[in-house]
């Protein structure tokens, strides 16, 4: 019945394709939730008030959040080609696409982790400095745990974007679904082939926004 309804559709290929992207969307939704969270952190620990208040860094960080995040992803692709090729080796295959995959996702999801971190109760965190608590243990056992749910739903976010964004890179020759869907697909009007590239897509998306929602609702305690 699929050979009949989808007659152009590879499925060795499309499965070839699917795991491409998978590929592409793991490897940086992992970068991304690192990188992220490390400067969503800094970002809220050198912010007026908090333990490392400091203005000229903040200010720093911020802008180089600011810049990235305002870039549209397949102009960071371009502008990333040259830093891409010295630490990739190339500018063509899954490989290639991950540098800006999580240049362009970290800055995003850091803002979502800083967002998070503010929703947490300033009386929790005094309560642990006034018990003499270091600033590891205020990050480890305060704002991390109490953050976990807002951390969990904005990386939920931040991998389907992802997933658009792998589809994205796909076409200049990334690989993946989008370079399947682009080149089989459209170049060759074979409408078939972009339809069920799409529906995988679609099929990826909800099945990471459901695993988020999942653990979401397991981590928040509220």
């Known amino acids: 019945m699929a050979e009949t309804l989808f007659p152009n559709v590879n499925w060795d290929r499309m499965w070839e394709a699917t795991v491409e992207t998978l590929y592409m969307s793991a490897i940086s939704v992992v970068a991304t939730f690192i990188l992220g969270a490390l400067l969503g952190l800094l970002l809220f620990l050198t912010s007026p008030g908090n333990i490392w208040e400091n203005k000229p860094v903040n200010l720093v960080l911020s802008a180089v959040v600011n810049i990235f995040r305002s870039i549209p ?61 270091k600033t ?8 991390l745990p109490e953050s976990m749910p807002a951390l969990v ?22 690989g993946g ?12 009007s074979r409408n078939d082939v972009t339809l069920m590239a799409t529906i995988i897509i679609l099929i990826i998306v909800f099945i990471i926004q459901f695993a988020g929602d999942f653990f979401t609702r397991k981590l928040d305690k509220r």
């Open 177 to 188: 679904l989008g370079n399947l869907a682009y080149l089989e697909g459209f170049q060759r």
């Open 153 to 174: 739903s904005g990386i939920t976010v931040t991998a389907i974007a992802l997933v658009s964004y792998t589809a994205m890179a796909g076409v200049i020759g990334a």
């Open 73 to 133: 992803f397949i102009i960071l692709i371009v502008l990333l080609i040259p830093f891409t090729k010295i630490i990739v080796g190339s500018m063509i295959g899954e490989n290639a696409a991950l540098p800006a995959l999580i240049i362009g996702s970290a800055p995003f999801y850091a803002r979502m982790v800083e967002i998070g971190l503010r929703e947490i109760d300033k009386g929790v965190i005094e309560a642990a400095k006034s018990m003499g608590a």
């Open 136 to 143: 590891t243990t205020i990050i480890w056992k305060v704002l």
